[in-house]
């Protein structure tokens, strides 16, 4: 089982919609929570950041932690064409960040 | 203030060649990491130095890697002889503090795409 397991999507919604994007994950060590945003030919760049259980917002993005279920949620409202971007979460514990797989999301015009 | 800078942007080599990537982090940053991602596959941690040390090589595939950090500022990451399943894109990345704690935001490059024929 892998550490950290993300689908890759692609996903397709219209602009104004509210994006789901999730990762599940193995290792119960795991304290610190990321979200990071890549857009095509660049590097990621950190979006969202979590510390154990709970929520988080920062204007349309909103950063969910389930410790107990090891279920990490990432929302955004009122998605916008310039969110079309492939979102990687990441997660670590004291030591080194594992990154999923990462989600292409596609945002319609 | 710039950003983490890597070159080559591309490279396209020949099974056997030997490609130097380069990494130019921000100033001031002590860390700095190296990853990969292989296509269809997540980012994977290579290694992190701390100024011009290796803290953690726990990631580097095999000794046809050699990374180095003279003098604590930029970066080098050699593939000698490079296999075709070396063929990615290889990321550096610096923080000022550990990355896992918040003052310590780990800042991408744009990625260094190796592809090997």
């Known amino acids: 089982q892998k550490e950290v397991e993300q689908d890759p999507g692609p996903l397709s919604v219209p602009e104004g919609a509210i994006v789901s994007l999730n990762c599940t994950y193995s290792n119960s060590a795991f304290q610190y929570f990321m979200w990071y945003r890549q857009y095509s030919r660049k590097g990621p760049e950190l979006l969202m950041y979590?510390?154990?259980?709970g929520n988080k917002e920062d204007g349309r993005f909103t950063a969910q932690v389930d410790k107990s279920s090891k279920y990490i949620s990432l929302f955004i409202r009122d998605s916008q064409p310039s969110d079309s971007a492939t979102y990687l979460c990441a997660m670590s514990g004291d030591d080194k960040i594992i990154f999923g797989k990462g989600t292409r999301l596609h945002i319609l015009p | 203030e710039a950003g983490v800078t890597q070159f080559p942007s591309h490279s396209v080599i020949e099974k056997g060649q030997t490609v130097t990537l380069r990494c130019d982090p921000i100033s001031g940053h002590d860390n700095l990491y190296w990853y990969r991602r292989v296509m269809g596959k997540e980012i994977k941690f290579l290694l992190h130095f701390v100024k011009e040390s290796k803290q953690d090589e726990s990631g580097m595939p095999n000794n046809r890697f050699l990374a180095e950090r003279t003098g604590g500022t930029y970066s080098t990451l050699k593939v000698q002889p490079a296999e075709l399943e070396d063929s990615g894109v290889y990321f550096c990345?610096?923080?000022?503090?550990?990355?896992?704690?918040?003052?310590?935001?780990?800042?991408f490059g744009e990625g260094s795409r190796l592809t090997v024929l």
């Open positions: 979590t510390y154990s259980s």
């Open positions: 990345a610096s923080s000022q503090g550990k990355p896992e704690i918040p003052t310590g935001e780990l800042f």
